[in-house]
């Protein structure tokens, strides 16, 4: 059973393109994040969303935007592709609470060209 | 700056012997810290989760220690296997974040590890 899956696991789409990954989670979470593997390996938090409210907005560029349908689904969209979005996006997902585990799904390796 | 540092960068050990893996952090304030296995191509998966009380933690032949006055970690493998290699991440939550179990964290890098037989 998959805890937290993501879609594609791999993207590859041109510069100026606009683009979702797709994230659902089956671990009844009230929390599910979205973060970003650069090049150098750090994983970063982009988003944040608890019960359809955003609470964390890291400084990311207004072109990336989390759309939440429910509590188990939080979706990236990506517009206006530009070369430095190449990453690996990780979604991920938790209870409330600074001790809680956080469980991440496989990732979506993007490449821009 | 909350950072994470982990050393060595990488390691390759023979399948069977033990190996311990590094963290220093400047995370303040400090919440817990985590060790993470990133297997290639998947996300990162927890092995344990230290609060500042904790000072040893064990998931099965993975032991972590946490040192909260040093701000220093430590995962011992022990009786290294072929599934073990991996990157080993070490991961600091910050205490200002009252949110989920992965806010505010700050990753280390990780320790790419390779289990030769």
């Known amino acids: 059973d998959t805890a937290v899956s993501q879609t594609p696991k791999y993207l590859v789409t041109q510069m100026g393109n606009d683009k979702s990954i797709k994230c659902e989670q089956n671990?009844?979470?009230?929390?599910m994040y979205w973060y970003k593997q650069d090049s150098k390996k750090f994983l970063k938090i982009m988003f944040s969303y608890n019960n359809k409210e955003l609470i964390i907005n890291e400084t990311v560029p207004n072109r990336f935007s989390p759309k939440s349908p429910d509590k188990a689904h939080l979706n990236l969209h990506i517009n206006s592709l530009e070369l430095g979005d190449s990453a690996v996006y990780f979604c991920a997902s938790s209870h409330r609470g600074a001790n809680t585990e956080a469980f991440f799904g496989q990732g979506t390796r993007l490449t821009v060209v | 700056k909350n950072q994470v540092e982990q050393s060595p960068q990488s390691l390759i050990i023979l399948e069977g012997k033990n190996c311990t893996l590094q963290?220093?952090?400047?995370?303040?304030?400090?919440?817990?810290l985590r060790w993470y296995k990133q297997d290639t191509g998947r996300g990162p998966v927890s092995l344990t989760i230290m609060t500042f009380s904790e000072n040893t933690k064990s998931n099965g032949r993975y032991t972590a220690t946490l040192d909260a006055d040093t701000k220093q970690s430590s995962l011992h493998i022990t009786a290294s296997q072929l599934s073990d290699s991996a990157s080993y991440i070490c991961?600091?939550?910050?205490?200002?974040?009252?949110?989920?179990?992965?806010?505010?964290?700050?990753f280390g890098k990780g320790t790419h590890l390779i289990i030769q037989p």
């Open positions: 671990l009844g979470h009230d929390t």
């Open positions: 991961v600091v939550r910050a205490g200002r974040y009252s949110g989920g179990g992965a806010d505010g964290l700050t």
């Open positions: 963290c220093n952090y400047t995370v303040s304030p400090f919440s817990n």
